[in-house]
Structures are given as C-alpha cells and as structure tokens.
C-alpha cells in the first residue's frame, strides 16, 4: 500500500513510525553500510532496513526487508 506523498507527510507528522535496521558484520569485525538514493538523507551512509508497513506483522517485516534490501534470508531467533 503507498500513500501520496502528502498524505504520507502528515502521517510522519502525525504518528510514530516503526522501521527495522540491520547491523551486518563481516569476519573482519566491518559493518555493511549503504548510501542512500532517495530523499530524505539521500547521499548518507546507512545500515540496511526499512519501515514495517501498515497490517504487517514483525516478522514478516525481519523476513522481507532483508531479502528486499541484501537478497539474502535471514533466520528468526528467539
């Protein structure tokens, strides 16, 4: 589901947002960074991640946002 982006503006104003991000750390102890396209923060470094979407659950979110930004499956621990 996408959201104009008025719309999707005054919900960021309106109403907290919740987004998963990933430390992912080689053998050598790096952390994976990526330089972000889009606005806002286009240009900056960042981990992988991304919002949870409206309806979805947590994990559904820690199995999709891995594959959508790294294409790689991540297991769920508890």
């Known amino acids: 589901m996408f959201l ?3 719309d999707f503006a005054a919900v960021v104003r309106a109403t907290p947002l ?3 991000d990933f430390i992912v750390e080689n053998g050598q ?3 994976l960074l990526g330089q ?5 923060a286009q240009g900056y470094w960042f ?9 979805e659950t947590l994990e559904a ?3 999709r946002l891995p ?12």
């Open 29 to 31: 102890g790096e952390i």
């Open 18 to 20: 919740i987004s998963l």
């Open 47 to 55: 981990v992988p991640g991304g919002r949870v979407c409206k309806d």
């Open 61 to 63: 979110a820690f199995a």
């Open 67 to 78: 594959e959508a930004e790294l294409r790689v499956r991540l297991p769920l621990a508890a």
């Open 4 to 6: 104009r982006q008025e």
């Open 36 to 40: 972000r396209l889009n606005r806002p």
